[in-house]
């Protein structure tokens, strides 16, 4: 029931139960029924609370993600990232830092899923975490059976303490511990981009991260974001470049430099996971994460990452098309003072009534006639809408 026409194959019908997403782009249409059908939202820990993470923490983040109106925008996921583990019991079984988890993973999750979200944990296929907690190396089936008991329904998979190990090797082993634990489970795989995850990724998880670690700063986010180009091609529905998680209101950039972030990452098909204390968050940084017509572009059931089609200095065009025929066209400026831009009709292949519609502004601007010109502010974007 989880499944589309899943191939008749009963090997694989034996080992990818769950992996919909594992299946090549070409057979992999959009479907409810498809594990990360449309790029994963929801929230996790790392880049705002390091191992600072606690049930009580994650119980605050779900309560605030259904009061502050992004769950009903899409965000589903509260995902726990490193240090939430501390040891193994003799069998093997992983264990939970019992004195920031007191009530256990399982309750966490019980009280997540009451909320209408889904609860994400981390681990890592080497040795060890990269903050030196039990690794899943050689626990695989184990630790995907635990997650699975609990209720866990993403599981980010790390690539520290790995030395000698084949990526592609240790996440299909992930993965096919997954399909046997008996619940379906969101994929990550996390290993910065080491061995062209791209190239075997789709058919082993739902996301694979394409680069090291995003900071809170425009120049590290920027050089992540616009080093996409080229990958649209291995990304569909079910699976998914990452070019990490959100960094919009941890206070490191302008707030032209988060409607960037926020409008690349959409023209990315990029999952959204917003980094970010929710609970303290200002109305500028909740508009910006809750604004439905940029994750509207994001989540286009048609599942197209977006590409470059223009640059010139500092200045960059690009566009995502959208399952209704429109299109999706970012216009960026990468440069250090305000500039104007020029979309030209024939760019972007639309006829001269085509409608444009302002995104992060929630603005009708009319029809484009022959080209539309706008001014866009440094280090900023302008987010538009184009119709067939
Ligand atoms: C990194 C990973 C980060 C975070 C961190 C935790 O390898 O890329 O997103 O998970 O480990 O230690």
Redesign the pocket.
Known sequence: MRHRRVASSLLIALILPFMCGTLSSQAAPASSSLLAATPVMGWNS?NKFGCNVSEKLIREIADVMVSSGMQSVGYQYVNI??CWQVSRQADGTIVADADRFPGGIKTLADYVHGKGLKLGI?TDAGRM???KRPGSYEHELQDAKTYASWGVDYV?V???FAEGLDPEVQYAKFRDALAQAGRPIVFSI?N?GVKAPWQWGPKTGNLW?TT??ITDNYDRMSVIGFSQNGLEKFAGPGHWNDP??LEVGNGGMSRDEYRTHMALWAILAAPLLAGNDLRTMTAETKELLTNSEVIAVDQDAKGVQGHRVWEEGPLEIWIKPLADGSQAVGLFNRGESPLTMRLDAKLIAVSPASKLRDLLDHKDLGPIHESYSTEVPTRGVVLLRVSK
């Open positions: 790392w990232d490193d981390y975490t990269c903050q980010k790390d690539w520290c996390c910065w991260r090291g670690d990490d998680m």
